[in-house]
């Protein structure tokens, strides 16, 4: 297969040489979106009077058959070329002549490379973004099964408050959401077209770029030339973008593992998502929530690679950036992956009430209620806190909880106690009064279902 720039060489690149530099195994998957470009630019070629009208439209619509043929399999990508841009217009020009090497008119490699890959982060934005929603509408769906499931909260990983488990799940609803307004941002400074920069200094020619963007549906252009070829701050962004998912998806993993583990025994993963033991029959391994962690690295890993890629590059454009797309492609395989199996995993997980609420009672995660109660009578916060203090102490020394207390017991440490205290330290009351906005109580969590549910439908 003959390059595009043959012209100025005497002899053929090196075998090894013509490998290393082809990137068409990693950006074949960009030809729809080099086609779509390529319909737009030469409709403006042709509106600008730049190439003849019938050339235009045999270009057109044989740039669509091509498509075609690729979409049902007839047509196969050619090893031998050097990237899908060059398979496509060499395609072209087998088919339909001198009339397909006006394709390329005042174009260049650069600002259509920079393209395809926007107009392809562009349809992923949208993808990633529906996936995202799905799993939102799992997690709602858990949370108003469970407005009233009362669980033990945790700071440094040690029983602090209680909470219900709605609360716990909406907490990551909201962060997934956030996501989905992150990779709609990134989507808007990504839609602008980079056709006509050329290879880093525009064109003579009499071209509409406006006009270009309208065709491909961009909001606008780039402003400057060597900007428009070298600029790849949008595939980082979406980089940053899916590695935030996927740390979110890490989390919320990191906690799946501890809930199915024996000595929480919180959760219960469906078969369908679990993996046994070669060796030991009687394991139930949480191994897709222990394979989304770790593919959290990789995405990290594309995120450092493509930085790095990046951060001595004159301008205007170099090869280096070749190796933009294989790295971006992985990241949005790899989170769009995680989130769809992540899904499915929750959707179908069943959790352990009684033992959340087991756990709950066992931590004397009342106890900020108690001293609650103690100032609520009177007695300063932080004399309550001390005075709450040394109850816990004592309950340990006797083995007992706080609500086991006899009201001859709570007196010594202060006489405001009465038998009303064990109403204000039930676990159930406790968790129903905290319902300021965004906390734990049925009523307060309720409102948060309605607000996602809100903001899911603006997605």
């Given at each position: 297969m003959e390059k595009l720039w043959k012209g100025r060489f005497s002899k053929p690149l090196d075998e090894k040489c013509a490998k290393f530099n082809s990137s068409l195994p990693v950006d074949k998957r960009l030809y729809e979106c080099d086609i779509k470009g390529s319909v737009a630019h030469v409709t403006m070629l042709k509106n600008c009077n730049i190439i003849p009208s019938e050339d235009a439209d045999k270009i057109v619509a044989e740039l669509k058959k091509i498509k075609d043929d690729i979409d049902s399999g007839a047509l196969q990508f050619d090893p031998e070329c050097e990237d899908v841009h060059s398979f496509i217009e060499n395609e072209l020009t087998a088919r339909i002549g001198d009339a397909g090497k006006k394709l390329h008119t005042a174009?260049?490699?650069?600002?259509?490379?920079?393209?395809?890959?926007?107009?392809?982060?562009?349809?992923?934005?949208?993808?990633?973004?529906?996936?995202?929603?799905?799993?939102?509408?799992?997690?709602?769906?858990?949370?108003?099964?469970?407005?009233?499931?009362?669980?033990?909260?945790?700071?440094?990983?040690?029983?602090?408050?209680?909470?219900?488990?709605?609360?716990?799940?909406?907490?990551?609803?909201?962060?997934?959401?956030?996501?989905?307004?992150?990779?709609?941002?990134?989507?808007?400074?990504?839609?602008?077209?980079?056709?006509?920069?050329?290879?880093?200094?525009?064109?003579?020619?009499?071209v509409d770029r406006e006009m270009t963007a309208k065709l491909l549906g961009f909001s606008g252009i780039t402003q400057n030339s060597l900007d428009g070829v070298s600029d790849?701050?949008?595939?980082?962004?979406?980089?940053?973008?899916?590695?935030?998912?996927?740390?979110?998806?890490?989390?919320?993993?990191?906690?799946?593992?501890?809930?199915?583990?024996?000595?929480?025994?919180?959760?219960?993963?469906?078969?369908?998502?679990?993996?046994?033991?070669?060796?030991?029959?009687?394991?139930?391994?949480?191994?897709?929530?222990?394979?989304?962690?770790?593919?959290?690295?990789?995405?990290?890993?594309?995120?450092m690679a493509l930085l790095t890629v990046m951060k001595g590059l004159p301008l205007a454009y170099?090869?280096?950036?070749?190796?933009?797309?294989?790295?971006?492609?992985?990241?949005?395989?790899?989170?769009?992956?995680?989130?769809?199996?992540?899904?499915g995993m929750l959707d179908t997980a069943t959790f352990k009430k009684q033992n959340m609420l087991k756990a709950a009672k066992l931590?004397?995660?009342?106890?900020?209620?108690?001293?609650?109660?103690?100032?609520?009578?009177?007695v300063p916060f932080r004399t309550a806190y001390n005075i709450t203090g040394k109850l816990v102490a004592y309950c340990l020394e006797k083995g007992k909880a706080l609500d086991e207390l006899t009201l001859d017991e709570l007196k010594p440490f202060s006489d405001v106690f009465d038998k009303d205290v064990y109403d204000k330290i039930e676990l159930s009351y406790c968790v129903a009064e905290r319902k300021s906005d965004g906390g734990p109580a049925p009523s307060s969590v309720k409102k948060q279902i309605a607000a996602v549910k809100e903001c899911l439908k603006s997605l």
């Open positions: 174009r260049s490699r650069n600002d259509q490379v920079a393209l395809d890959t926007r107009l392809y982060l562009s349809d992923m934005a949208d993808k990633t973004i529906t996936a995202l929603k799905g799993l939102i509408e799992i997690i709602v769906a858990k949370a108003e099964e469970n407005t009233e499931t009362v669980m033990p909260g945790y700071t440094h990983m040690q029983i602090a408050q209680p909470i219900t488990l709605a609360n716990h799940l909406l907490s990551y609803a909201f962060m997934f959401l956030r996501d989905c307004d992150r990779i709609g941002d990134c989507k808007k400074r990504t839609e602008k077209s980079p056709l006509g920069s050329c290879a880093l200094a525009g064109t003579t020619y009499p790849r701050d949008f595939v980082l962004e979406f980089a940053f973008c899916c590695s935030t998912v996927m740390m979110h998806l890490s989390r919320f993993s990191e906690e799946i593992i501890l809930w199915c583990s024996k000595e929480f025994s919180f959760i219960e993963l469906d078969d369908a998502f679990s993996t046994g033991s070669s060796i030991m029959p009687q394991k139930k391994n949480p191994d897709m929530a222990e394979l989304i962690r770790g593919k959290t690295g990789r995405v990290y890993g594309n995120l170099n090869k280096d950036m070749q190796e933009d797309k294989e790295l971006i492609f992985d990241s949005i395989d790899t989170a769009i992956d995680c989130i769809d199996i992540f899904g931590g004397f995660i009342n106890a900020t209620d108690c001293a609650d109660y103690l100032t609520k009578k009177g």
